[in-house]
């Protein structure tokens, strides 16, 4: 009887599948406007048992008896570059190339490219959640009204170097929300800074829509492959009753 299952194992996993799909799409495009935003992909793999062997003292129902299914992979942050959207707001900073800026809230380090910082209330150079920035060697910036920043992250005030901005890559690179990021830090050289600009979301607006509108039409035909199957398997057990 376990061949009288798998269809359905095979056709729910694969509905479970767009729906991971869907969620992700959506969750792009709901960020297609936030600032330094990297979308996320899904990567789907297939599950199966080796030379499509049934496993021994195990029921029909249980899916190691199908022989291959759709599972989800992992989520893979996309980090290319978004475009760089000029604010003439000199508190605004975007990373051309490589890199995240160090930040933190006062427990533990964090990393972003959300650049578009504000003066907390001592003076001082913060993220948009109050996170201080922080400079190469782990000190807090200052803001001053003459304070410029150049190419490679040196910060001058009234001409003279006070230090440079913190910027570094990260391997094993996860999202922690809010547009903050976590991973092992690791030097960055290819990057500018640009004062006065942000970056832009690298989510392309109509790709996306052409990805969800594709997810929901698979969804249809997985569910409509359902009903069609269950219609069928209710024909023959009623066959068998007779």
């Given at each position: ?152 992250g040196y910060i ?51 790709k996306e829509m ?33």
């Amino acid at each position: 009887m376990a061949i009288d299952y798998q269809p359905i194992y095979l056709l729910g996993s694969g509905m479970l599948l767009q729906d991971r799909r869907l969620s992700v799409a959506t969750n792009n495009m709901s960020n297609m406007n936030t600032y330094a935003f990297k979308k996320d992909i899904l990567v789907a793999s297939s599950w199966y048992v080796d030379n499509g062997v049934r496993i021994d003292n195990s029921s029909a129902e249980n899916p190691s008896n199908n022989f291959v299914y759709p599972i989800v992979g992992n989520i893979h942050i996309d980090i290319t570059q978004g475009s760089l959207i000029q604010t003439n707001n000199k508190l605004d900073f975007a990373i051309e190339g490589e890199g995240f800026f160090v930040v933190t809230d006062g427990r533990e380090i964090l990393y972003t490219r959300k650049g578009n910082f504000k003066v907390d209330g001592e003076g001082y150079l913060v993220t948009d959640l109050g996170y201080r920035v922080l400079t190469e060697d782990g000190k807090y910036i200052r803001v001053t009204d003459s304070m410029e920043v150049d190419r490679k992250g040196y910060i001058y005030h009234e001409g003279e170097i006070v230090g440079r901005l913190g910027i570094v890559n990260l391997e094993n690179l996860v999202k922690l929300g809010e547009g903050m990021f976590g991973g092992n830090p690791v030097p960055a050289d290819g990057y500018n800074v640009y004062q006065g600009f942000l970056e832009a979301s690298n989510v392309d607006a109509f790709k996306e829509m052409v990805n969800i509108i594709e997810i929901t039409r698979a969804h249809e035909v997985y569910s409509r492959l359902i009903q069609s199957f269950d219609l069928i398997q209710s024909k023959v057990s009623r066959g068998f009753r007779a």
